[in-house]
Each structure stands twice: as structure tokens, then as C-alpha cells.
């Protein structure tokens, strides 16, 4: 794997991780929305 | 590898900041000096939080009022747990990741150095925000580190700032596993696959994961607090056609993974240890990869068994009862392999190993005690008391805490570059173990014979068992004194060589004692990596 390749390996999986917090900070308080 | 990507490789991880003075420190990149600060940080909170349990301990130690209010014990029950927990426990595994999970998967440093630097240096702001409350107009935060609604909204000027200090303390811990997991994922010497990854590197990866998943849910459950507070909205408020109990659930939806975050990476440790001192490979080391993930999975689904009593339909208790106890069988898959790695082994018992089967006694203690609280039925007698103290503690102290100073020796002379006192080292096992036991052993039996938690006072028929613990816990703090000195001296030692220990194993043990501040700018080689994950 080149250092091209790694690096845009490292910002893929940045990402996902990233939206996957987000998706459950948000998810969590829309469902605190919906029930009230 | 060519030689080539070899050399952007390294190139890319030369400039680590300053080299010299504070900003060494301040704008560190570098991993291992990252990896320092959040071990530092953490034996410092360690402290402020002991000092805190000190409090609540010689409160305790007779009946009735001795030295502090009752508004002023319930701050340090608070703040005593939220300080453990976010300020000693996690940072310290977070230290020992960064330290240890390049070195072990052959990369140069983090992933993502700039933001490891943001992630540690979050973590003294956000403690600095939760200390700086002891000093506020009525007093720190006291509703429990559970922060239930109604009553955490009774707290004082206290209460933004306590919100804003678990958001930072969130943000932190996030950025931090999202380091861990992007370096696991990317940054493994070319010959390693997943199910050759070290067990502590595994655990962390699966702690990583977990924090990105729960970590966000707490923010969350704040975030509505504050709105609750401040803004008008009532996500938990009955009054205003919110459900307090709502609340509960979110938070144990983070709160029993942060359970196993505190764990897993314990796992991990001695799951290191033991075969080193065993001088044996790992037993079943595939088997306690799927454990583990197995317990991660599980611990989001059984977060209800917290709440037992807030009422529930039954199918519901028995869902989270069973979910609970099935926990105890990949726990035992795990205990049965670290007995199996020592069965028949050439054992040692230097301090790291001491620690370790001190760990695999008493934390399935808390296992048992734990299995006793997931029997619905049992749990509503159980339920606030001193049982249920007893139980995390035991699963923190002589879990977590214990399985940190393992992993503190074991890898102190790849660290330091000296063999630290052995025979103070064993000291402070000694000392901590028989003062962990009479602290904790005890709240058992004051659980079981009704006393409740959380209280300043009590019923006198209570005393002794409370005598023998604050006894206990004072004995208890003192000897973690030991361990600073230990550290004091650390470099007093003898040389240590690169391998440490004579059954030591893994890429960690194939660089300098003490690690140079640039390791593996060169990805390992094939055949080394091979006979070292061997």
C-alpha cells in the first residue's frame, strides 16, 4: 500500500467513525424529540 | 514493503513539535510522550478522586455527623465517581493505548497525531470546569454521577458547568477512540492480519468502538438536561409531559458499555501479562478475540438491569435478566483461557503478575456479585445498598485499577529504561490487596443487611463492617503511595534490556529500552513481525 493509498484509508475510516458518532448523538436526542 | 514507501513513511512522522520544555509537551504529536501525559493526568486524578473517597470513607467510619454536611457528602459520592471514572480509569487505558498499540502493531505513532494532542489536552480543561464547582455557590454537583433529572436539576451555578464538563470529557474520550481505531485499522505492519493483533490492541479496538457508540448517547442525554434547564423543553420533566424514567434509560444505554470500556482494555492487559510470565503462548487467543466482542455486543442490550425497579413489564425482566447472565459466559471463556495460559507454565510472580491474578480472583468476584444483581427478584432487595457498591467496586478496583498498575510495571522498563524496585512493587501489591478486601469485602454484608448507599449516616447496627472498611480504604490509599514512590525511583534501577522479561513477546519487545522517541519509521520486516506475533 503507498502512502497515497494509506492516507486516504486514514480519512475514510475518519469519517465513517465520525458519522457514526454523530448519526448516535443525533439519533439519541431526536428520540427524546419524538417522545416528548 | 520497498524501501521507498518505507522512507515516506517515516518522513511523514519526523516532526513531532518541539523537542525541548513545556512545549514539548503542550504541542506534542508524538505518542508516546501523548501516552505519558494521560498516564500522569490519570494518577493525579487518581489521587484528587482517592482524596475524595478518604472523605467519604472517615464520614463513615462511626454513626452519625463527624466531619462534613450531608449536601457536602453527596458532592463527594458525585464527584468522586465522575472523577474515577472519566478522569483516572479511561484516561489511564487511553495512556497505556497510546504508548503501547503503535509499538505493538509495528506503527510509527498515531493515525492522527494533531488531534491526539487536542483529545489529551481537553481533558485537564474539562476536570479544571468539574473541580473549579467545589467552589461555587452552592457547592459541587451532588444528584450522583448518574445525573438523574428531576433531582441533578436542583444543583446550583454548578450545574451548566458540570454539563459542559462531561461534553468535553465526551469529545475527548471520542477523538481519542476515533485515533484508535483509524491507527488499528490502517497503521498494522504489513504482515499483520486482525486475528494476529496483540489481545490488548483487540480489546482496544473493541473498547474504541463502544466509546463511539455510547459516548455520543451520554452527550446527548446532557444536551436535553441542559435544554431542560435552560431552554424551556421537557424531555424529562414530567410537568411538562416528559418522562424522567426515559432518561434513566438513555443514560444506562451508555452506562453499562462504559462498564465494559473500563474493562476490556484490563482484559487486554492481562491477557498480555499472564503469557509472559506463564512463558507460554496465549490460551485460545482466537477464542478470546470473539469473547470479547461477544461481551461488547451483549453490554447493549442489558442496560436495563440497572433499573429493575422503576417498574417494567415483565417480559422485560426477564429479557434483561437472562441477557445479563449470558454476559457471564464469554467472562467465563476469558477466565477459564488466562487459568488455561498458566496451566502447566513456567510461572514467575514479579509484580505485573501478581496484579494479574490478583485481577482474575477478585474481579470474578465482582463477576458473581454481578450475577447476583442480574436475578430481577434478588436485585429489588439488592437495589441502592451497599451490595451493589461493593459489586463495582469490585470490579473497578481490584478490576480496573489493578489490571492498570499490572500493565504500569509490566511495561515501566520499556517505558523507563530501568527495572523499577521489585521488592516495593510487591509491597505495593501486598499492601493494596489485603487493604482492596477489607474496604470492599465487607459492603457486601452491609448491603445484604439493608444498609443504603449514598447516605452521610446510618443505623448503628451497621458500624463495625463500616469501621473495618474506612480502615481499609485509609490502608488502601496510603499504599498507593508506594506506587509514586516506585516511580520516584523508577530510574534507579538496573538497565533493563530490550526484551524485559525473559517470556516476553509481540513487536513492543523488539525496540530499545527505553523506547527512542521514533519507533518502527520503518515498518517492521516480515520474518521479525511473524516470530514476534509468535
Redesign the interface.
Known sequence: ???QE?KK??RR??MI??A???A??????M???L?? | MTTAVADTHAADHEDHGPTKGIKRWLFSTNHKDIGTMYLIFSLVMFFIGGAMAMVIRSELAVPGLQFVHPEFFNSMTTMHALIMVFGAVMPAFVGLANWMIPLMIGAPDMALPRMNNWSFWILPVAFGILLSTLLMPGGAPAGGWTMYPPLILQTGDAFPFLIFSVHLMGISSIMGSINVIVTIINMRAPDMTLLKMPMFVWTWLITAYLLIAVMPVLAGAVTMLLTDQFFGTSFFLAAGGGDPVMFQHIFWFFGHPEVYIMILPAFGVVSEIIPTFSRKKLFGHDSMVYAASCIAFLSFIVWAHHMFTVGMPLTGQLFFMFATMLIAVPTGVKIFNWVATMWRGAMTFETPMLFSLAFVFLFTIGGFSGLMLAIQPADVQYHDTYFVVAHFHYVLVPGSVFAIMAGAYYWLPKWTGFMYNEKLGKLHFWASTIFVNLTFFPMHFLGLAGMPRRIPDYSTQFTDFNTIASIGAIGFGLSQLLFVLVLLTAKKGARATDRVWEGSHGLEWTVPSPAPWHTFTTPPKARIANESFE
Open positions: 500500500m503507498d502512502e494509506r484509508n486514514i475510516t475518519t467513525v465520525v457514526i458518532a454523530v448516535f448523538y443525533v439519533g439519541f436526542i428520540m427524546g424529540v417522545r416528548a
